[in-house]
């Protein structure tokens, strides 16, 4: 790690430490990290599938306004995949606000198109549904080995945290998704940003009758779970 990055991931935790209350583990076991009410921050997308890597390290930030209750996903490279047909070719964007997960990308022909309906996004207590496994090594943005907590939820989904409360990376499910975060700007968000796309914002993402179900199931499960845990 070179001495500017080193500055980085200490102002990081300096500036996560005044922000983030941390929950009183049981005894013998990490608090679970919490997020501050604005932040965003970088990431890498990675995707592979029958052991092919289809999208290695596509950059990508995540952007969060709890006060809003809306998160905005940029994937100026290449988008998640399963957003869309043929979402992983083209870039993308991917809001999430209290009426539903949108998608815009124009390259693909989509102004604006509803993924699911009522979901939204996650509470700064983006944990509440894991449980702790045990401390394993992850990789950041940067390639850089962070010792980790280890927290995985039901259907196969994981997280890494830094032994410092960092978040280093997320596995969606059996899906072939991570993410490996980079550094947390802790910070107040344009709401203007979380303003919904343009277009016609109802129709769905995919034509009834061709959700990819198996692919999808996950995905929206863990979403749902946090709806359901707001509720």
């Known amino acids: 790690m ?93 809001l999430f606000i209290p009426s539903g997960i949108y998608v815009t990308q124009p390259d693909n022909g989509i102004d604006c198109c509803l993924l699911d309906a009522g979901v939204g996004t996650v509470p700064p207590e983006f944990l509440r549904a894991f449980i702790y496994a045990g401390e394993e090594d992850a990789n950041d943005w940067y390639g850089d080995s962070h010792e980790c907590n280890h927290w995985v939820s039901g259907g196969g989904f994981a997280y890494w945290t830094s032994l410092n409360g960092l978040d280093v990376q997320f596995k969606d499910d059996d899906t072939g998704v991570y993410w490996n975060f980079g550094e947390f700007n802790v ?16 129709q769905p993402c995919y034509p009834i009758g061709q959700e990819p179900i198996d692919e999808l199931y996950p995905y929206y499960r863990l979403f749902e779970s946090f709806k359901n845990l707001r509720n």
Not at 20 to 40: E, M, R, S, Y
Not at 187 to 202: E, V, Y
């Open 2 to 94: 070179t001495l500017g990055r080193a500055l980085v991931v200490v102002a990081l935790f300096a500036a996560l430490a005044s922000c983030q209350i941390l929950p009183t583990p049981p005894p013998g076991l990490p608090a679970k990290p919490v997020w501050p009410n604005q932040f965003d921050s970088p990431f890498g997308l990675n995707w592979s599938e029958a052991g092919q890597q289809i999208i290695v390290n596509a950059t990508s930030h995540l952007y969060y306004d709890w006060d809003l209750e809306a998160q905005l996903i940029d994937y100026p490279e290449l988008c998640f995949p399963f957003a869309a047909p043929e979402s992983w070719l083209y870039p993308c964007q991917l």
């Open 187 to 202: 910070r107040a968000q344009d709401p203007s940003m979380f303003d919904i796309f343009s277009g016609n914002c109802s």
